[in-house]
């Protein structure tokens, strides 16, 4: 099972940026979890669904043939709580791109104000990359397996129209 901690994109413009919603909802079983008394979504969980939304963006610029894989987090800032019933909106936008790895710089916000900054690099986890000497991949693209490109898809479609 993968979690998904982003709903769906409400802009995606390939190969240089996109925005992504997550609303949170007490029916989401980590809240229950996370400080019960007082349910939150963590700001790790906000950085996961930074990564996914920028880390999308990546693959898609490359047409999903990479496995792109979150390397770095150079910055993550978050200065408020997400309850349930907020809606957090990431956006992220490509600073670069090469062979062998991507920067992204991401905003973070919920229910339309600024509540934080998470830039993050990734790096291409294949076969033939050099950096993966010695490592046992599979052949098949890991961490694009379906559903995060019928994400793209859908919206691309919906857009085209």
């Known amino acids: 099972m993968r979690?998904?901690?982003?709903?769906?994109?409400?802009?995606?413009?390939?190969?240089?940026?996109?925005?992504?919603i997550k609303n949170v909802s007490l029916a989401e079983?980590?809240?229950?979890?996370h400080f019960e008394a007082f349910p939150v979504?963590?700001?790790?969980?906000m950085i996961e669904g930074m990564a996914q939304t920028a880390g999308i963006l990546v693959g898609q610029a490359r047409d999903f043939k990479?496995?792109?894989?979150?390397?770095?987090?150079?910055?993550?800032?978050?200065?408020?709580?997400?309850?349930p019933g907020?809606?957090?909106t990431y956006e992220a936008v490509i600073e670069s791109i090469a062979p062998e790895a991507a920067a992204t710089k991401g905003t973070v916000y919920k229910n339309g104000e600024v509540i934080g900054s998470i830039n993050l690099?990734?790096?291409y986890a294949n076969k033939d990359a050099h950096s993966t000497e010695g490592l046992s991949l599979p052949e098949e693209?890991?961490?694009?397996?379906?559903?995060?490109?019928r994400m793209v898809s859908r919206f691309l479609e919906v857009t085209d129209d």
């Open 141 to 149: 693209n890991f961490v694009f397996t379906g559903s995060f490109e």
């Open 86 to 88: 907020d809606q957090i």
């Open 66 to 83: 990479e496995n792109v894989v979150l390397a770095k987090i150079n910055r993550a800032e978050i200065n408020a709580l997400c309850l």
């Open 41 to 45: 979504h963590p700001p790790s969980l």
């Open 121 to 123: 690099m990734f790096s």
């Open 3 to 20: 979690w998904m901690w982003i709903d769906r994109f409400t802009e995606f413009v390939p190969g240089e940026r996109a925005v992504a």
């Open 29 to 33: 079983e980590h809240l229950h979890d």
